[in-house]
């Protein structure tokens, strides 16, 4: 299993949230903070749904979090998954059981309106 290059996944995380919200970031900044896990996929599509050999493949995930702005990005190996802000409690959970959803499913993430 190859760990991905931190470094690279925050660069990559910084970008796209601040194409999300640049004036939030340009007047607050970012505070990257990352988790690294390993996780197991049924295929070596990973958590991509997309086309891949049938074979039970690891990898890492990497969660990375604003800790100004509550938004949470999930990687699969190198490659950017998904990009949720202020994440429900089942995030919470599968990150602590690591065990994150897949592309297609990471709509259980987010929070229900009141």
């Given at each position: ?82 990009i949720i802000k202020d ?28």
């Open positions: 299993m190859h760990l991905p290059c931190l470094k690279d996944i925050v660069e990559t995380f910084k970008s796209e949230v601040y194409n999300l919200d640049y004036e939030y970031f340009k007047k607050y900044g970012c505070e990257p903070q990352v988790y690294v896990f390993p996780q197991v996929w049924g295929s070596t599509a990973l958590g991509f749904n997309g086309i891949g050999g049938q074979a039970i493949t690891s990898a890492y995930t990497t969660i990375v979090e604003d800790m100004n702005s509550n938004y949470y990005s999930v990687f699969f190996g190198t490659r950017m998954a998904y994440p429900n409690q089942i995030f919470f959970t599968d990150m602590n059981n690591h065990n994150m959803k897949s592309v297609s499913e990471k709509g259980i993430y987010l929070r229900k309106e009141d």
